[in-house]
């Protein structure tokens, strides 16, 4: 069955299909607002460390998992070792993907949506922010829109992965990462030239140190399983189609690099326009969808900022999307020897029906809240991902390479397939022996311990 598992074309091609699944929802959409209420700079910087000390190796030893054993997370870890325990360990991977993708595929119709107002040039007629966000409100609180959009962009994913790996997932991010970087970068330009746009720089790059506290901690580490696609197996998946002699050291500093340089580039195009514009940074989640819109539009040139800014943000959807669901897709066709059609049918049906109750969260249900948590269905579907399952999903894979596949196999293979890289992952620091015992503290002690501490913090037992 592996005989005939597709391939990328090459390493090129899965750090783009990595980097798309990374630069998601959670760069464009996500880290800024977190940044803005969570002071900036200050927040950023956190983040980084966390990105550093425990993203980079369990993106790592996610792919390294994957491509070691060409299988989906439950098929890995079954190949590695005969306790079930860690079967179900694979499973957490596959529930995560249905809950992440019921809540990312509504704010996906949401951006879809919002290209085709931006084209009809709807927002400028929004004279402020209060407007937008009741215009926001207004289309949400009819159901049939909500389904609508989330199935119009469920459709652009089932589409892309019943292609299959390179005809779809390879193809897509072939064309879609290049446009998106352009599109950014379009946008940056654009708001470094707003007179004001210094005050929105400042409040990036320099920290206020006073807002730092343990839930910083708490959603710095969050986000960064979040934005790097880490704890569900999608980077494992992923890493099942790349083959031995792809690099995988170099490849996930180039995934880490790439996403982290997004988020700040998409940080610097939206606090540019919010301050120039003297808005409140801390706006939360409608930033992108309240805030945003009528500053855009205000600008001269503005139609095609706004347009452009939407499609940003359906491009970054759509890329981490099918990453998402092709964790459940390749689990069917590898443990269930389902074709890729049927796989992806069956997984789409369902998933697309776990996420009506989110979209049901802005209207009929937005009422109802999860047990006793006053959490709607969406919230609580964000919740548990991003706090919940993917450090958890982490923590394992942390112990599991550390602990039971062990950290001489982990940097065995590691070098198997070292490009001889003199810049990224470069291969001498890699055979030395301080790279084990660095690797090895990283994964053996300091992420579960951070992401154990994270959890008591949570819920409140420290
Ligand atoms: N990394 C994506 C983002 O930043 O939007 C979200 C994501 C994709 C999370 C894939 C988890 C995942 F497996």
């Known amino acids: 069955m592996s005989n005939n598992r597709e391939q990328w074309s090459s390493k090129a091609s899965f750090i783009l299909a990595a980097a798309g699944s990374a630069v998601g929802l959670g760069n464009i959409w996500k880290f800024p607002y977190i940044a803005g209420e969570n002071g900036g700079a200050a927040f950023l910087f956190i983040y980084l460390i966390c990105i550093i000390l425990v993203g980079l190796p369990i993106l790592n030893i996610e792919i390294l998992l994957g491509r070691a054993t060409q299988k989906n997370p439950v098929g890995a870890f079954k190949t590695l070792t005969d306790k079930p325990f860690w079967k179900y360990v694979g499973a957490l991977g596959v529930f995560a993907s249905f809950t992440i993708l019921s809540f990312y595929s ?60 390179r005809q779809g997932l390879e193809k897509a991010s072939k064309f879609l990462m290049p446009l998106l970087f352009g599109i950014l970068m379009i946008l940056v330009v654009q708001g470094l030239m707003l007179p004001g ?38 980077m494992m998946t992923y890493g099942s189609y790349l083959s031995e002699k792809d690099d995988v050291v170099n490849a996930s500093y180039m995934v880490a690099f790439l996403d982290t340089v997004i988020a700040i580039l998409a940080g610097v195009a939206i606090f540019t326009v919010v301050f120039s514009s003297g808005y409140d940074p801390t706006a939360g989640p409608g930033l992108v969808f309240h805030v945003l819109p009528p500053l855009l539009a205000q600008l001269s040139g503005g139609y095609i900022f706004a347009l452009l800014f939407f499609l940003l943000l359906t491009i970054a959807a759509v890329t981490s999307a099918i990453s998402i669901l092709e964790v459940s897709v390749a689990y069917l066709v590898d443990e269930l020897n389902y074709s890729r059609k049927k796989a992806t049918l069956t997984m789409g049906i369902l998933v697309y029906c776990a996420a009506i109750p989110c979209a049901l969260s802005f209207n009929v249900w937005s009422d109802v809240t999860l047990l006793g948590t006053g959490l709607t269905f969406f919230d609580m579907a964000d919740f548990l991902a991003s706090n919940v399952l993917l450090p958890l999903g982490g923590f394992f894979l942390a112990i599991f390479a550390g602990y039971v596949w062990g950290i001489d196999e982990v940097v065995r293979n590691l070098l198997i397939g070292d490009s001889g890289s003199v810049y990224f992952g470069n291969s001498i620091l890699r055979k030395s022996l301080s790279f084990k015992s660095i690797f090895g503290f990283l994964i053996r002690y300091l992420s579960p311990i951070l992401i154990f501490l994270v959890f008591l913090y949570q819920f409140g037992w420290i």
Request: aromatic fraction near 16%.
């Open 106 to 165: 509504i704010v996906g119709g949401w951006s879809v949506a919002y290209t085709l107002e931006a084209l009809k040039g709807t927002f400028s007629s929004f004279g402020t922010p209060q407007i937008a966000a009741d215009f926001f409100n207004l289309k949400n609180s009819n159901p049939m829109w909500v389904i609508g959009y989330h199935t119009a962009f469920f459709l652009l994913i089932v589409g892309i992965i019943l292609s299959g790996v």
């Open 197 to 234: 746009a210094d005050r929105g720089i400042s409040f990036l790059f320099n920290p206020d140190w006073s807002k730092i506290n343990p839930q910083t901690f708490l959603l710095a580490l969050g986000h960064a399983f979040f934005t790097l696609s880490l704890g569900m197996g999608a």
